[in-house]
């Protein structure tokens, strides 16, 4: 049976990329073997990339598995294909074809034909900035692990600062902690390094700091708080690598400054004035959005890049987050809403800011609230994000700054649709509403 596909891209060729090896399929008649493999070092690929150039082969199709398609994307490039990288979860529908051979001759296949859509893969700079801002969450979750340590160290030792001080973190706590792995062991000596600010007095804290200090369990201590002391130098070492990172991006703010930044936490800051320096990234201030801090803004700059010219409309890109609701429709009904399965960082950022406005006295506040009542916390968080998504996609194509319309707007609009609703529903039963006079009690009126 013949094909009534038509070939769009004749010089197409298809990789099924290993972390051992890669398998190159491409079409009849190029070579007398029409899939090679090749292995994974460096010298590898220069030699898959001259066999493709003797094909002559201009565009390729490979899927992106782990990080071992990287390198390979890299020389492609270089050598001046035409790389599509592909979703997985976009060819991988047809059974039968799981083998490193027919998956590169598949890829081959779906790619001469046109039916392949190429993900998306930001600019060199924004590739580079993306690897340290993901690297410094990294840091800050391997981190988080020793400061568990280091409060099972001390419920151990039944030493329980941890009910008596905010954060074992802070200037209190840190300075107990290291005054017992410098030999401290006396209650009263130690609970004098308290910080004025602390709520409780230096005799609730003496009364914690009695416990049984076993020799082991101090070793694991002090090893829990060097690796964390380790982290955090690490950690300042990234801010400082971002910071000359961005400074490479060219100034879109056309002059203007954010005189009076955004008041960040304390707790894992950037260490420098993003604010200022994303604005001239993109031109915009992404930071007067309610829950839009530095830090998610440059999570999702960094993730997205400095433009959003890949996606048609603000509706598109918060599809490509994995922010919208599902279209799982069969015979006109709807079986199910449920936003795809994606590990998007810039949405997480998103949804994590979303999380955030739940006391929010803003519009996005008000629409958060509202939807948390209607379809629950986790769905009102995923919709609001989709909100935020929108609103940067519109501010930085259009360069336009936020207008915050106000919690009080939002009700007012929300007051109007459900009376237009009881209006319609009342016309369907034979009926009218009348607004209610002022002065007439709701007994009067009824």
Request: some cysteine; aromatic content about 6%.
């Amino acid at each position: 049976m013949e094909s009534t596909f038509k070939c769009i891209e004749s010089d197409a060729a298809g990789i099924d990329v290993g972390s051992f090896s890669h398998f190159v399929a491409v079409p009849q008649g190029r070579d007398k073997e029409t899939v090679r493999e090749f292995g994974g070092f460096t010298a590898d690929l220069r030699s898959m990339a001259h066999w493709l150039k003797s094909c002559k082969i201009k565009t390729v199709a490979m899927e992106a598995t782990g990080v071992y398609w990287i390198p390979l994307y890299e020389v492609l490039t270089e050598e001046g294909f035409e790389v599509c990288l592909v979703n997985a979860r976009h060819y991988k529908n047809v059974s039968g074809r799981k083998s490193d051979v027919l998956d590169c001759q598949w890829l081959q296949q779906l790619h001469s034909y046109g039916l392949l859509k190429s993900s998306f893969q930001p600019g060199e700079e924004e590739v580079k900035l993306r690897q340290l801002v993901r690297h410094r969450a990294n840091l800050i979750k391997w981190g988080a692990t020793h400061i568990q340590q280091i409060q099972k160290a001390l419920a151990q030792m039944n030493v329980q600062l941890t009910n008596v001080v905010s954060d074992i973190l802070g200037e209190t706590g840190m300075r107990i902690i290291r005054a017992i792995c410098s030999g401290e062991r006396d209650p009263k000596k130690l609970a004098t390094l308290r910080n004025e600010r602390c709520k409780n007095s230096e005799e609730t804290i003496e009364k914690s700091l009695h416990g049984h200090y076993r020799e082991e369990v101090l070793f694991t201590l002090k090893q829990a708080l060097a690796s964390y002391d380790h982290y955090q130098q690490q950690i300042e070492e990234c801010h400082r690598a971002i910071e000359a990172m961005t400074k490479q991006f060219g100034d879109k703010s056309g002059g203007q400054t954010i005189v009076t930044p955004k008041r960040e936490a304390k707790k894992n800051n950037i260490g420098f004035d993003a604010q200022n320096r994303l604005l001239q990234m993109v031109g915009v201030n992404l930071t007067e959005i309610p829950g839009i801090n530095a830090l998610t803004a440059l999570t999702v700059i960094s993730e997205i890049g400095t433009t959003i010219d890949k996606w048609h409309s603000g509706k598109a890109f918060a599809s490509w987050l994995g922010l919208c609701p599902g279209t799982k429709i069969s015979g006109g009904k709807r079986l199910g809403g449920k936003t795809k399965p994606s590990k998007n960082r810039a949405a997480e950022a998103l949804r994590m800011a979303a999380s955030a406005l739940h006391r929010s006295q803003t519009g996005l506040g008000a629409f958060l609230r509202r939807m948390k009542a209607r379809l629950g916390p986790a769905k009102a968080i995923t919709a609001t994000a989709h909100k935020l998504a929108v609103i940067i996609y519109t501010m930085i194509k259009e360069k336009k700054g936020y207008q915050e319309m106000g919690a009080g707007y939002y009700d007012q609009l929300h007051r109007e649709r459900s009376v237009q609703n009881l209006e319609r529903f009342a016309r369907r039963l034979g009926f009218e509403i009348s607004p209610k006079k002022p002065g007439t009690s709701q007994l009067q009126h009824a």
